[in-house]
């Protein structure tokens, strides 16, 4: 007979882990259904950096050095971490095809006090991952690894998941699986969202990278693709990948130019050495759902957003919905005013209707290297620090919008383009949501 749980989630990620073991300490029984055999074995992208000191969805996290916790002091809560880490995280560069930057905060000035200034601790995800999976199952979890959830049905008071190994049942099911997540297509919960695209992701794991400065986040644009650079939690120790929206796109030999025949950056990649198989990640983006429930199944971390959620919003996520979960069996509410706490939250600190996350501009389709080159030179001083990708772009636009005379004066030509680039944005948008594989 299918054994019968107070909530069944569905994916081992930080989001369900959180979910589970917030939940599974208060007691309530718990299915953790997971399709991997080994969570800390990952070969999705993932750079493993935790944000830090600075406000993410209404919630922030902290890093004591010392007792190697991390805390969330505005959702309430913090995590023994026992791994190796490296908060050396001060904000984004940016730099041109001729290798001119653009930079987002001054790393050499905040880092004499990376305790206050540091945007962003690396840590080994599978560790992180582990330590939680371990406090839910001394909590009473039940954990199925190798667990393949193939579909859902809802039943009366119950929703029925179907798995390669047979069937679960819970009064409250949570969609914890993911970016592209089996629960939410299983219910159709995509046909009301607008699909924007998909972006497809190659890394490679290696040492020996030698950018000018290493600390914090480098993506370089190239005419021939955009890539990234950044730092893991081990010494000399990065991830380099390329993302893209283009489907024509051979993402291996684009590294393969990038790292080894680019006039510019190969020099970076003199020393370098791969390591491990490559990580990769297949994304598609979605205007963002307006409810997190339906009928009994909630979603929670990237199963729900409309692009990357991110471990630290994900984990917090978890944390609110378990307490949630908790307060509706208290209050015998097994219903959704029962987690309204959590849809709530949701819709103060992460719904914003008509947001669009997905791509950015393709500013080589509109600018040439000369010109990226000029623009990526012009400014001052850096940018006001972030790590945020929801920031970044008005801390750019902060110290470039006092430029704009200058850049009229100078190179009119530029403004005009980027005047383009205004008009062609449903354009181009149509182009991507064209080229993407919306897999509904
Ligand atoms: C290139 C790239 C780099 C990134 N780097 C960072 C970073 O440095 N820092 C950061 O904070 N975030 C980063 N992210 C985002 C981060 O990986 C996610 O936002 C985060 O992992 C979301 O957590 P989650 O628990 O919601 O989903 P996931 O971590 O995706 O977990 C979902 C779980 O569900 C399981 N699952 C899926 N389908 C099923 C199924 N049918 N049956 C059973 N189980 C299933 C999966 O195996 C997985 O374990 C990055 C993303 C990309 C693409």
Redesign the pocket.
């Known amino acids: 007979m299918t054994k019968q749980y107070n909530v069944v989630i ?8 959180m979910t589970a073991k917030t939940a599974g300490e208060s007691g309530l029984s718990i299915a953790l ?4 055999t080994d ?1 800390t074995r ?1 070969r ?8 830090l000191n600075e406000y993410m969805f209404g919630q922030i996290a902290t890093f004591n050095r010392r007792t190697q916790t991390l805390v969330f002091p505005v959702t309430g809560f913090s995590l023994k971490y026992e791994g190796p880490w490296n908060d050396n995280r001060y904000g984004f560069h940016f730099y041109s095809p001729g290798g001119k930057r653009l930079m987002v905060g001054d790393w050499a000035e905040l880092k004499k006090d990376p305790v206050k200034n540091s945007k ?1 601790v ?1 840590v080994s ?1 599978g560790r992180l991952l582990e330590g939680i999976l371990t406090d839910a199952r001394a909590y009473g979890v039940e954990y199925f690894p190798n ?4 579909g859902v049905a809802i039943q009366d008071d119950r929703v029925i998941v179907a ?1 390669d190994q047979g069937e679960y049942q819970g009064r409250f099911v949570v969609a ?8 939410v297509r299983a219910l159709g919960l995509n046909k009301d969202r607008q699909f924007l695209g998909t ?1 497809r ?1 190659l ?1 490679w794991a290696m040492t020996g990278v030698q950018p000018p400065d290493a600390e914090g986040l480098i993506f370089v644009f190239t005419m021939y693709g955009t890539f ?1 650079i ?1 730092q893991t939690c081990d010494a000399d120790h990065y ?1 380099v ?1 390329i ?1 893209t929206s283009d489907p024509k796109d051979d993402l291996e030999s684009l590294l393969e130019r990038f790292t080894r025949d680019d006039p510019v950056f190969s020099q970076w990649f003199k020393k370098a050495k791969s390591l491990d198989r490559p ?1 990769s ?1 297949v ?1 598609n983006y979605w205007s963002p759902f307006e409810k997190l429930f339906y009928r009994n199944v909630i979603l ?4 729900f ?1 409309s692009g ?7 984990l917090s996520a ?1 944390y609110q919905l378990g307490h949630a979960l908790t307060k509706a069996f208290l209050d015998g509410k097994v219903n959704e005013e029962g987690v309204a706490p959590y849809l709530e939250w949701y819709s103060t600190y992460a719904y914003k209707p008509g947001q669009r996350t997905f791509g950015g501009v393709n500013f080589v389709k509109y600018l040439t290297a000369e010109e990226l080159d000029y623009l990526a030179a012009l400014a001052p001083e850096p940018a006001p620090p972030t790590a945020s990708f929801v920031k970044v772009f008005n801390s750019i636009l902060e110290i470039y919008m006092p430029l704009v005379p200058r850049i009229k004066e100078e190179r009119p030509e530029i403004l005009e383009k980027f005047k383009r680039m205004g008009e062609d944005m449903e354009a181009n948008q149509e182009e991507r949501r064209k080229a993407g594989f919306p897999n509904k």
């Not at 569905?10 to 882990?17: D, I, M, N, Q, Y």
Request: glycine share 14%; charged share 15%; with cysteine.
């Open positions: 569905v994916g081992a990620g930080p989001a369900g882990l259904l997971e399709r991997r969570i990952s999705r992208t993932d750079a493993g950096v935790i944000a962003g690396a995800k667990t393949n959830v193939t798995t914890a699986d993911g970016v592209n997540s089996r629960i972006t992701y890394t990234s950044s991830h990948g993302m990580e990640c994304m929670v971390g990237d199963a957003a990357q959620f991110s471990t630290f919003p994900s978890g």
